[in-house]
């Protein structure tokens, strides 16, 4: 019985597989939360910045699987990036998590929930775009060099937003980070990602 390596061509479906998996639990929560939402909308006073969020995060979700496919071009896949991998999409999975709980009973509206949980959500939102800087170095250096100074200022700036969030309970900000963020994913995804290659 002859035994042959697998290509990366072999792999990376494999891979992707058990990614999607869990990128689809996340998009399933967000899913019914929102349909929770529309079943039962005098259930608990609506906030729509917890609602922007939702729709910022279901966005990153989709955008996550569209470019996750430049993973195909490793060539060496090794148990520990196929781990960080699957750690970078459970992170994104809690982020669904975070923002409809299994339960609401213990709060009186998503504002109050959404403000209660807010270090959680930030610090999980933060961690996700560091964990993207990692992602894009693993699809190699023309793949980094290719989003330039702003990938480098975008970074660190979203992550200093994001600690601010967590410090700062102020509603005029929360609504000004989550505008500026939904506003800045959907131009970057149109200028950098709009081809898958």
Known sequence: MSTEI??????????????GMVIGLGVTRLLSGTARIVQHPGQY????????????????????WWWEFG???IENWTFGKYLFIIFY?????LLCALLFPDSMLDYTSYEDYFYSRRAWFFGLLAATYLLDVIDTLL????HFARFGNEY?????VFVAL?????????????IAFVTAALIYQISFILRLFDTIV
């Not at 697998?6 to 990614?19: G, K």
């Not at 699809?139 to 023309?142: I, L, M, N, R, T």
């Not at 994001?162 to 929360?174: E, G, P, Q, S, W």
């Open 45 to 64: 006073r609506l906030y729509a910045v917890h609602l922007a969020w939702v729709a910022s995060v279901l966005l990153m979700l989709v955008h996550f």
């Open 71 to 73: 993973l195909y071009a």
């Open 89 to 93: 999409a459970i992170t994104l999975f």
């Open 152 to 156: 480098l200022i975008r970074t660190p």
């Open 6 to 19: 697998a290509s990366q061509h072999d792999i990376f479906p494999h891979i992707r597989i058990v990614m």
């Open 162 to 174: 994001c600690i601010v969030a967590i410090l700062v309970r102020d509603k005029r900000f929360h």
């Open 139 to 142: 699809k190699g250096p023309a």
